[in-house]
Nanobody, 123 residues
């Protein structure tokens, strides 16, 4: 149905930048909300940022002013520009979509998840 493929993770020094991308594939007509979550061992997955189809973003307090989320509706792709990275940003980052309308007319309100991409901030 819908597959999410993430890219852009890696190792970066504190203060550095990374850009994550997530492309949704399938017979998609539209996606309501696209976003990024992150998770470290023994902690719950947490919202980093999300953006509506109309372009309205929402950020976790811990990343406000440092991360920017954007999307390209024509490409069903969401981006996360991460600047001024800190060691505490180290985590596996997961792409997420909610409210997917397929061209067939079927609507899937529940979330799809990507496979995750590792971001490590370390000197």
């Amino acid at each position: 149905q819908v597959q999410l493929v993430e890219s852009g993770g890696g190792l970066v020094q504190p203060g550095g930048s990374l850009r994550l991308s997530c492309a949704a594939s399938g017979s998609i007509s539209s996606i309501n909300v696209m976003g990024w979550y992150r998770q470290v061992p023994v902690k719950e997955r947490e919202l980093v940022a999300a953006i509506t189809r109309g372009g309205n973003p929402n950020y976790a307090d811990s990343v406000k002013g440092r991360f920017t989320i954007s999307r390209d509706n024509a490409k069903n792709t969401v981006y996360l520009q991460m600047n001024s990275l800190k060691p505490e940003d180290t985590a596996v980052y997961y792409c997420n979509t909610r409210g997917v309308l397929l061209r067939s007319g079927r609507y899937y309100p529940d979330a799809y998840w990507g496979q995750g991409t590792q971001v490590t901030v370390s000197s």
